[in-house]
């Protein structure tokens, strides 16, 4: 008969910290995947709620104060601000990898697709 034992401080901080790490890259993969192919599922579908909705609508809707506005839109600012520097390093990443001739080709990919998506 053997006994089960409960992981040790230092398994569980691995543990959950695998587990998140795991959650926000499919949460980041989601979002980079909007970012890269917006087009590609405009059948009529239900859009999500938090990237619909602006914050005059949700500080009606939810009744915020205004200091939760403020915080809110903050956060937002946060978050923009953050997407904007990991797509930035994305592509500095990816320019390191590729020659000369595929970094011109690859910026020229990048122009011709921001100019469909708008």
């Given at each position: 008969m053997s006994t089960a034992t409960l992981p040790r401080p230092a398994e569980k901080?691995?543990?959950?910290?695998?587990?998140?790490v795991f959650l926000?890259?499919?949460?980041?993969?989601?979002?980079?995947?909007?970012?890269?192919?917006?087009?590609?599922?405009?059948?009529?579908?239900?859009?999500p709620v938090g990237l619909s909705v602006s914050i005059s609508e949700w500080k009606s809707e939810l009744q915020l104060s205004d200091e939760?506005?403020?915080?809110?839109?903050?956060?937002?600012?946060?978050f923009g601000h953050y997407y904007e520097n990991l797509l930035a390093d994305g592509n500095t990443r990816i320019l390191q990898v590729l020659t000369p001739e595929q970094q011109t080709r690859y910026q020229k990919l990048l122009r011709e697709h921001r100019t469909k998506s708008r």
């Open positions: 901080t691995a543990i959950v910290s695998l587990i998140l926000c890259g499919g949460v980041l993969g989601a979002m980079v995947m909007s970012y890269v192919h917006p087009g590609m599922h405009t059948a009529k579908q239900a859009t939760q506005v403020r915080q809110l839109t903050s956060i937002l600012d946060d």
